[in-house]
């Protein structure tokens, strides 16, 4: 298999070289294009690791994981069925893509952070405690564990971090993109070193516009994106034309009292020459 990342860090591209017989596995919609050789095919997202249970229950079960992890229910699948070919895989949000060459290691990805990897890779939902819930979509993790390589994507560039032991790094849990398995990290509202009660604290995180971090702790590698969706998110909706349905409707309702206007002047018209007519018809008797 042969592979090779273009057109980065802004609107990168994954080009996978696929002798007949292999396969990859891509997030749903990730497809750009392929050669008539290759056979796009669908299959649950349920990958599991040795030991779970791989039956019909244990792989629904790792399935709705992942969808709670905020993947899809199926992942695509591209196999060299006809002869060897050239699959074009992209993401759905501009940024970058980067590669982890995994050996038999465990990494966890944030939630849309996964773009492809090979069938030895496993790629379940992880849960995160209740915790990972009120930090917002950000934390919530997929575990990714085998041999072979991962490619994972970012909003904006992609910068990577290696802690050495005992070093600590605060990151936003908005530019996660993916860590080590086995680093210790904790949960906080980024201004829990600030001092003072809950209710300060979280008043000065929420107007900080910071919210959550995860204080992660060496040593392991650290990949962040230099750009928050959710952030973008938030500036974008203001830029947007506001109430263009509600636009047109009001325009409708103001063509109509206009219309319900001229209709009633032309029936006062109507009404003053008919009686002008009838008037003059009485004169004339």
């Known amino acids: 298999m042969q592979h090779k990342i273009a057109l980065g860090p802004s ?8 002798a007949e017989g292999e396969e990859i596995r891509c997030e749903t919609g990730a497809m750009v294009s392929m050669s008539g050789t290759l056979a796009l095919g669908a299959r649950m997202n349920a990958g599991g690791a040795a030991g779970e249970d791989k039956g019909v229950f244990g ?7 992942s969808v709670l992890a905020g993947e899809d229910f199926f992942i695509s699948t591209i196999k060299a069925e006809r002869g060897a070919g050239e699959a074009i895989l992209a993401p759905s949000i501009p940024g970058d893509i ?3 060459a995994l050996d038999g290691e465990t990494v966890f990805l944030a939630s849309g952070a996964y ?3 090979v069938p030895a890779i496993d790629v379940t939902g992880s849960w995160g405690g209740v915790k990972s819930w009120i930090s917002g979509p950000g934390l919530i993790l997929l575990k990714a564990s ?4 991962l490619w994972m994507t970012s909003f904006g560039a992609l910068y990577k971090r290696e802690l050495k032991a005992g070093q600590t790094l605060i990151v936003d849990t908005g530019h996660i993109v993916a860590f080590d398995d ?9 201004a829990d070193t600030g001092g003072g009660g809950f209710f300060r604290r979280s008043f000065t995180s929420a107007v900080s516009g910071e919210g959550f971090v995860c204080e992660f702790t060496g040593p392991g590698r650290i990949w962040i994106q230099t750009r928050n969706p959710a952030a973008f998110v938030s500036w974008l909706a203001p830029q947007m034309p506001a109430g263009s349905s509600g636009a047109r409707s009001n325009a409708a309702a103001r ?3 206009a219309e319900e206007d001229s209709g009633s002047d032309g029936d006062a018209d109507s009404g003053g020459d008919s009686g002008g007519d009838s008037g003059g018809g009485d004169g004339g008797k």
């Open 11 to 18: 609107y990168a591209i994954l080009a996978v070289g696929l």
């Open 59 to 65: 792989r629904i079960g790792r399935a709705v994981k």
């Open 98 to 100: 980067g590669e982890l």
């Open 115 to 117: 773009l492809a990897s």
């Open 146 to 149: 085998g041999t072979g390589p």
């Open 182 to 190: 086995g680093m210790p990290y904790e949960l906080r509202l980024a």
């Open 255 to 257: 063509s109509g009292a």
